[in-house]
């Protein structure tokens, strides 16, 4: 992972749940291209065909909420996801994503910060966030050490099997 990265914003409201993410009519499906292919279908039929690899999800309050279902996890990462900025999450999301290596951040009033097509610069180190279109920075709190361990080991299996192979 990188612990700068940039890209094109889309822009969603709140509480944003699981199955508007990853709808649940395709949780059957086992091929990684084909769960891709349903990122945020429940939320804008057309995401996928605007989504770039790199881009970010803005979103406002309760992302993720609904269910625990590491599919929505699992799609925006197949997506390609750069990050994802909320002004706050669901719990088992966030713990989902950080587990999966999905870098995301909590940044208060992101809505008002960001609108959708803007670029968007992250520095999850330092907690900063570049509206590069509007020039404004956003100071957030910054990812912790060991969740920066575990997202730049691409989530918690990979980096558990570093250590593994450590002793």
């Given at each position: 992972?990188?612990?700068?990265?940039?890209?094109?914003?889309?822009?969603?409201?709140?509480?944003?749940?699981?199955?508007?993410?990853?709808?649940?009519?395709?949780?059957?499906?086992?091929?990684?291209?084909?769960?891709?292919?349903?990122?945020?279908?429940?939320?804008?039929?057309?995401?996928?065909?605007?989504?770039?690899?790199?881009?970010?999800?803005?979103?406002?309050?309760?992302?993720?909420?609904?269910?625990?279902?590491e599919?929505?996890?699992?799609?925006?990462?197949?997506?390609?996801?750069?990050?994802?900025?909320?002004?706050?999450f669901?719990?088992?999301?966030?713990?989902?994503?950080?587990?999966?290596?999905?870098?995301?951040?909590?940044?208060?009033?992101?809505?008002?910060?960001?609108?959708?097509?803007?670029?968007?610069?992250?520095?999850?180190?330092?907690?900063?966030?570049?509206?590069?279109?509007?020039?404004?920075?956003?100071?957030?709190?910054?990812?912790?050490g060991?969740?920066?361990?575990?997202?730049?080991?691409?989530?918690?299996?990979?980096?558990?099997?570093?250590?593994?192979?450590?002793?």
């Amino acid at each position: 992972m990188k612990t700068i990265v940039t890209g094109q914003a889309h822009v969603f409201g709140d509480n944003l749940d699981t199955d508007q993410i990853f709808p649940g009519q395709y949780l059957e499906l086992v091929e990684i291209e084909e769960i891709r292919q349903h990122a945020m279908e429940g939320a804008d039929p057309d995401f996928i065909k605007t989504f770039q690899p790199g881009d970010i999800i803005i979103a406002g309050t309760n992302f993720g909420c609904g269910s625990s279902r590491e599919q929505a996890v699992t799609t925006l990462k197949a997506a390609g996801t750069g990050a994802i900025l909320a002004e706050s999450f669901a719990r088992i999301f966030y713990r989902n994503a950080i587990n999966l290596g999905l870098p995301l951040l909590v940044c208060p009033a992101i809505k008002t910060f960001i609108s959708k097509g803007d670029s968007v610069k992250i520095d999850f180190k330092q907690g900063k966030v570049l509206n590069q279109t509007s020039h404004k920075i956003l100071t957030t709190d910054p990812l912790s050490g060991y969740v920066l361990k575990i997202l730049e080991n691409g989530g918690i299996k990979l980096l558990v099997k570093e250590q593994l192979a450590l002793k």
